[in-house]
């Protein structure tokens, strides 16, 4: 049963109340604003008490990176979409499915999705029984996309969770 809990707690926050594992309202008072990007052809919405932090840049890590940062006014919380061209195949997992992490000691729970009519992969990082970060990953045949939220001071507010929710839930891609 202990093995079951996180992934229940998981399933309630990813899901906040309705079938799709990226669904709930987006924020309490109901505003979002949109962010496109011309360059990497995506767009999504967000709350509208975040911000967008400058423009995207590119990174080297180790493969040249754009990455866009989204101000979710959380200290505590760093969340980016991040676009490269280093497409790696999803690998094969059961529907959440838990697998201890490579990297490190916590435990990464696995749920199938979709994002832009994409297959893709929702990971929920746990450090013990506590959610610190989420993942979505999925690839179009250029390009690799990932939205990543760590939280260096868990656990995530559940309104953070939903502005999180709502990027993946609305995020799409066009010429890819």
């Known amino acids: 049963m202990r093995f079951l809990a996180p992934l229940f707690i998981l399933l309630a926050l990813v899901c906040a109340g309705c ?58 919380v760093d969340l980016e979409v991040t ?13 959440g499915e838990v697998r201890k992490d490579p990297e490190g000691p916590d435990k990464l729970h696995y749920q199938h999705a979709q994002v832009s009519g994409y297959p893709a992969m929702h990971v929920g990082r746990y450090a013990g029984k506590t959610l610190d970060g989420l993942f979505v990953i999925f690839n179009t045949k250029k390009s690799s996309y990932q939205v990543r939220m760590i939280s260096a001071v868990p656990p ?11 990027i993946v ?7 890819s």
């Not at 949109?34 to 180790?62: N, Q, V």
């Not at 676009?83 to 094969?92: E, K």
Request: without cysteine; glycine residues 10%.
């Open 156 to 166: 995530f507010k559940s309104s953070v969770i939903r502005g999180f929710n709502q």
């Open 83 to 95: 676009v490269d061209h280093d497409i790696i195949a999803l690998p094969r997992f059961q529907n």
């Open 169 to 175: 839930r609305t995020l799409r891609v066009s010429g």
């Open 19 to 76: 079938s799709s594992p990226f669904g709930g309202a987006a924020n309490s008072n109901g505003g979002s604003k949109s962010y496109s990007d011309p360059t990497y052809h995506f767009s999504f919405r967000y709350p509208a008490a975040w911000g967008i932090k400058g423009k995207g840049h590119t990174e080297l890590l180790p493969t040249p990176t754009y990455v866009l940062h989204i101000n979710t006014h959380d200290q505590t």
